[in-house]
C-alpha cells in the first residue's frame, strides 16, 4: 500500500494539476485503484480535488495540513495559469509569501519548465523573485524590514544585496503600479515579471511568468500577465471594487497598465 501511495504522489511534479488518468499512466497502477487511494489522500490533505483536476495538497506542500486559503487560490488560479502559459509559451508560477521566502503553489508550463529551478511546494529568497517582490512591495517598509537583515544572500550575481537596494526597487514596483521584473536575479538565464493578487487587507499571493531573459521582452507579456492577476483576483474579490485609488486596493485597468510599462520600457 505505501509503494502504492509513494508512485501516485510521486506522480506529480512541476506541471500542477492532473487528471485522473494522467495519474494512471504516470504512476502505471490501475485505473481503480488509483481513484480509490486519491480519494483517500485527499481525504487526509495530501491531496487536493479541485475542478482542474487532482494537485498536491497542504500536507504534500509542507503546510502542516492545516488550512490557510491556499486551495482557494489555486482552485481560482489554474485557468489563468494554463491560459498564460498556453498563450506566451513561457512557464507561469502562482506564489504566497511564507515567512520570508515564497512557496510555489502552482507551476504551469511546457518544455522550458525544467529549465526553470522551481517546483510546487519549493521555496525561494522573496527578494530575489519578481512574484516575491510584487508581494514585497505592498507591505509596510517596517514588515520588509523585520524580514531580512541588512545583507541579502545572493542568489546571482545580480541578486539584490541589501535591504536599502531593495526597498528602492519596491518603491519602482509601486509606481509601476505593482509590475515587478527579475532579470537573472534568481537563475541564470532566466527572467520574470510578476504582479500581486490583492484584496482589501494586502497582497494574498502572486502571478508570475517566466521565460528566457536574453529573448523575451517583459515588458511586452507585462500587461497580459496583470491582466490574468486581475481576473483571479476578480474571482477571488467579486464584491472588491477594483479600481485603484491607495495600494493594496486593487490591480489597474489594462489601459492604465500598458501605459505604465511602456514608460517602464522606455526608462531602461
Known amino acids: 500500500m505505501i509503494d502504492r501511495m509513494t508512485l501516485i504522489l510521486e506522480s506529480f511534479d512541476s506541471r500542477g494539476a492532473l487528471t485522473l488518468e ?94 526553470v529551478p522551481s517546483r510546487v511546494g519549493g521555496r525561494f529568497p522573496a527578494y530575489a523573485t519578481a512574484s516575491g517582490k510584487a508581494i514585497l512591495a505592498w507591505l509596510e517598509p517596517e514588515r520588509v524590514d523585520a524580514l531580512y537583515g541588512k545583507r541579502l544572500p545572493p542568489c546571482t550575481d545580480r541578486t539584490i544585496g541589501d535591504n536599502a537596494t531593495l526597498h528602492q526597487e519596491l518603491n519602482r514596483i509601486r509606481k509601476r503600479r505593482g509590475v515587478a521584473f527579475e532579470r537573472e536575479e534568481a537563475a541564470p538565464g532566466i527572467g520574470c515579471v510578476g504582479v500581486a493578487l490583492r484584496g482589501v487587507d494586502g497582497p494574498v499571493a502572486a502571478l508570475s511568468l517566466a521565460a528566457d531573459a536574453r529573448s523575451t521582452r517583459l515588458e511586452w507579456v507585462a500587461p497580459i500577465v496583470a491582466d490574468a492577476a486581475r481576473k483571479i483576483t ?33 526608462s531602461r
Not at 50 to 76: P, Q, V
Not at 247 to 265: E, I, M, W, Y
Open 234 to 266: 476578480r474571482t477571488l474579490f467579486p464584491d472588491h471594487d477594483r479600481e485603484e485609488t491607495v495600494p493594496g486596493t486593487a490591480l489597474p485597468a489594462s489601459g492604465s497598465l500598458d501605459r505604465v510599462v511602456a514608460k517602464a520600457a522606455g
Open 22 to 115: 494522467e495519474v494512471t499512466c504516470r504512476s502505471g497502477l490501475p485505473r481503480s485503484t488509483v481513484h480509490r487511494i486519491l480519494d483517500q489522500l485527499v481525504g487526509r490533505g495530501w491531496i487536493d480535488h479541485a475542478s482542474f483536476g487532482y494537485c498536491l495538497g497542504a500536507r504534500a506542500l509542507g503546510l502542516g495540513g492545516s488550512d490557510t486559503g491556499h486551495r482557494r487560490i489555486r482552485e481560482a488560479a489554474a485557468p489563468h495559469l494554463h491560459e498564460l502559459a498556453l498563450q506566451t509559451g513561457a512557464v507561469v508560477h502562482l506564489t504566497v509569501l511564507d515567512g520570508n521566502e515564497v512557496l510555489y503553489l502552482d507551476k504551469v508550463g511546457g518544455q522550458f519548465a525544467s529549465s
